[in-house]
């Protein structure tokens, strides 16, 4: 490899020379408020999937900006099926029965034959429809037009949300950020859904009318959800989220971005940037991702 | 099929003409107490994986028994997986974070490089070992003898016991009550797993010392139990594991037996019966299971 210099920092005002940087690796929201000042730069690396700090179009375009895929299905797969499991094992349940010192044999549910839906099958709803036939389960998918994924029994697309929400008993939105995803789980969608459906967003705060998916937990019209990502993060104390009944709140770390994980992708990328081959996982500025 | 008379009852009392019964099919614990009554029999189908009340040596074993295999895998990999994940993803502590209403940042950890170790390696330990694989985990197994299935990575059998615990992040006993497999996890094998392992027994009471078990979970000398079976149950009230410090309990409702699982086991040994084939899982008295 030809030398490359490393500024490294955590506080990114600590790099001195930083108009002399070509390359740039880190979190999209530490680069997108110096990236007037990169002035060099060539390339930039991002150490998440969402990009949307840099997607700003009051910032220049005129890089080459990859993100990173591919590293985050299993945690995400881990996160999934850690609250899927524990909703149909009563997991809390069992566990307040425990702490009365009661006996429980109400009889826990299973995930075999179970219908999830994945809302954004890319490598981390690729993953998740892996998981989620291991245990047994059938696997519908929204997307805006791939159908690449074996592992999803039935696509649906564009105009089908609605007939895509009908049956399902747990929805799991895993897509980008972009203006076919936004308020995606609507009031409508929210209503397709059957009451013994649980909603799972670890994705973006985004796809969901978080006042629509309030009323729709109070009113006991979907079973329950779990909520990774908020509008606003983090999610502000008097948010009604907070203690809506059924839901279980984990504050963005669903995918923690883990070094062991990212380096890989941006010295797989920096190898096909010095042999002047195409990068991997390049976002499409227009298309948000 | 030849004509099959069929008294079916839950309660057992109520088949007058039991003597005239020359097959069985139900539950080892209802059918123990009328085993001398059930003068003409010729082979018992258990709908359970353990038949421990019909080993009794007390009993006459002048017929073919035969108990439930190949059905409980499922259920029981959604069990253990189920508190492996939440144990990972600090499933209760963001529970209670969320109920004091913090944004808990605190990193959850993973299941993938993690080394499972387990205890009895019939189908249900099987089913356990893909499920592992399949979260990335490495997999260990202690046997009598078997080394069959290709997800174990390495065995251990009779005296590498302590070798076995010395190194594994998560323990779980799936194996039959035996005279080997009686009080395994005793305070010596407990002193040897590490401080950060967790023990898991959806499998026999009988496995564990659980005053040894009580005492190291006390001491944090492990990092916790999740624990479905006991010595006696349902689990006395006044028992020092309900209150042990980071142990959960379940109520004997791992892997539940249902007759969709459970019919075709007996119609598959019915149907060999009557072609006169020796039949599927067939115990041996002596050996147990």
Redesign the interface.
């Known amino acids: 490899m030809p030398d490359l210099q490393i500024h490294s920092s955590s506080n990114i005002e600590e790099i001195a020379d930083i108009s002399a940087c070509d390359l740039a690796f880190g979190e999209p929201s530490l680069l997108a408020p110096v990236l007037p000042r990169l002035t060099s730069l060539r390339w930039l690396q991002a150490t998440w999937a969402g990009v949307e700090p840099l997607l700003d179009p009051k910032l220049r375009r005129d890089y080459v900006l990859t993100n990173a895929r591919g590293v985050f299905g ?2 995400m ?3 999934v ?3 899927l ?2 909703h ?2 009563l ?2 349940q ?2 307040a ?2 702490q009365a ?1 009661r ?6 549910g ?3 034959g179970r219908l999830i839906g994945i809302v954004g099958v890319g490598s981390i709803g690729a993953a998740l429809a ?2 989620a036939k ?3 389960m059938r696997v519908h998918g929204y997307t805006r037009a791939s159908e690449t994924c074996a592992d999803v029994d039935r696509y649906f697309h564009g105009d089908q949300r609605l007939a895509f929400a009908a049956d399902l008993d747990y929805v799991v939105t895993v897509a980008p950020n972009t203006t076919g995803t936004r308020q995606l789980v609507d009031a409508a969608f929210l209503a397709a859904l059957p009451p013994r459906a649980v909603f799972v967003n670890p994705g973006r705060g985004s796809v969901v009318d978080e006042a629509a998916l309030a009323a729709a937990l109070r009113e006991k019209r979907i079973a329950g959800a779990v909520l990774d990502v908020f509008q606003t ?3 502000p ?1 008097d948010h009604e989220l ?2 809506a009944p059924n839901v ?6 669903a995918a ?1 971005s883990h070094p062991v994980d990212i380096a890989p992708v941006f010295i797989e990328n920096y190898r096909r940037l010095i042999r002047r081959e195409s990068l991997n996982y390049i976002v499409d500025f227009e298309r948000g991702y």
Chains 1, 2 share one sequence.
């Not at 279980?248 to 770390?253: A, K, V, Y």
């Open positions: 299993g945690l797969s881990e996160y099926f850690a609250y499991l524990a149909e094992r997991l809390l069992k566990y029965s425990q010192g006996w429980d044999k109400t009889p826990p299973t995930l075999r892996k998981t291991h245990f047994g993060e983090p999610l104390p907070w203690r279980l709140i984990t504050s963005h770390t923690l």
